[in-house]
């Protein structure tokens, strides 16, 4: 018999170059899809990320001014209520296209203000 730790050690060897092949493979087959669909691909992308936006639109025109009580959507902004640095930018959040963070953020930590009503309260604090 040979040395037991040299053929489990090569038999690891042997498991390892086995999984990079069927990565490898995957890969080749995941490139050939997407060159073969890549137009249906992009215009299903397009399409989800234009009706998760009106979603967002849609919902965030429920939403009204704490303070004086506007609601265009196109005004609403999003306070913090407490300034954390674990606090998210909800503007960040919707540019990247993640409206469930953004809404999770703005339910447990913002208040929705209109523009002039949040510049308004910005200026009060720096006073």
Not at 63 to 88: W, Y
Request: a positive charge.
């Amino acid at each position: 018999m040979g040395n037991p730790r040299k053929e489990k050690l090569l038999k690891i060897i042997q498991e390892a170059r086995t999984l990079v092949e069927i990565t490898e493979r995957k890969r080749e087959y995941q490139r050939m899809w997407y060159k073969k669909n890549a137009e249906v691909h992009k215009a299903r992308t397009r399409a989800n990320r234009k009706r998760r936006h009106k979603e967002w639109m849609t919902w965030k025109a429920t939403l009204s001014c704490t303070e004086c009580g506007f609601s265009h959507p196109a005004a609403i902004d999003f306070h913090h209520i407490k300034k954390d640095p674990s606090n998210r930018a909800v503007n960040q959040l919707v540019k990247d296209g993640r409206y469930s963070a953004a809404t999770e953020e703005i339910e447990k930590k913002c208040i929705p203000l209109c523009s002039n009503c949040h510049r308004i309260l910005h200026w009060k604090e720096i006073k």
